[in-house]
């Protein structure tokens, strides 16, 4: 999972998007499997999460080298929010349409719910939500010692 997330952030295209969603049934197994570990929580389920963050944190920042990511002011803060957001997010979804599914029906559920967040989900990362940064940066007025603002807020102005 790792080489395909580094692939798809460091020269990823359209083409590769589409080929992925084509096969994408071949990734059920691993995903059921992470549900089913998120689901059951405790140690093993928090050290899982930890690694995904910590292999998401290196596509990441392999994706800002490419010039394909903006950098963060806060690597690894962003990179847990997406983990936290990505998880519960598939946490959520299986949990209202499809946790009793057994191996066989959950490719078609894990397509459907590939499907239903792809479109939203690039639309949001390529284009943004906010329209400015001014609540960032009020925000960032009022918290006490704020990350230091590095290239990537100079540039995002």
Same mark, same amino acid.
């Given at each position: +999972?790792?080489?395909?997330? @580094?692939?798809?952030? @460091?020269?990823? =295209?359209?083409?590769?998007?589409?080929?992925?969603?084509?096969?994408?049934?071949? %990734?059920?197994? !691993?995903?059921?499997?992470?549900?089913?570990?998120?689901?059951? #929580?405790?140690? $093993?389920? $928090?050290? $899982? !999460?930890?690694?995904?963050?910590?292999?998401?944190?290196? /596509?990441?920042?392999?994706?800002?080298?490419? #010039?394909?990511?903006?950098?963060? *002011?806060?690597?690894?803060? *962003?990179?847990? /929010?997406?983990? /936290?957001?990505?998880? #519960?997010?598939?946490?959520?979804? %299986? =949990?209202?349409? #499809?946790?009793?599914?057994?191996?066989?029906? %959950?490719?078609?559920? %894990? *397509?459907?719910?590939?499907?239903?967040?792809?479109?939203?989900?690039?639309?949001?990362?390529?284009?943004?939500?906010? !329209?400015?940064?001014? +609540? $960032?940066?009020? /925000?960032?007025?009022?918290?006490?010692?704020?990350?230091?603002?590095?290239?990537?807020?100079?540039?995002?102005?």
């Amino acid at each position: +999972m790792r080489q395909e997330k @580094t692939k798809a952030l @460091t020269g990823g =295209t359209a083409a590769m998007l589409l080929a992925h969603m084509a096969e994408l049934e071949q %990734f059920a197994p !691993v995903v059921r499997y992470l549900l089913r570990s998120l689901q059951a #929580g405790g140690e $093993l389920a $928090l050290e $899982l !999460v930890e690694r995904m963050t910590a292999d998401a944190e290196e /596509y990441l920042a392999a994706g800002e080298a490419a #010039g394909v990511i903006r950098p963060s *002011r806060d690597r690894a803060a *962003r990179t847990r /929010y997406l983990t /936290y957001q990505a998880t #519960g997010g598939l946490l959520l979804w %299986f =949990t209202l349409h #499809g946790a009793d599914a057994d191996a066989e029906e %959950f490719p078609a559920r %894990f *397509r459907r719910y590939a499907e239903e967040i792809t479109a939203p989900a690039l639309e949001l990362f390529a284009q943004g939500l906010l !329209v400015d940064r001014s +609540m $960032l940066d009020d /925000y960032l007025m009022y918290v006490p010692d704020p990350p230091a603002a590095g290239d990537a807020d100079s540039t995002a102005r």
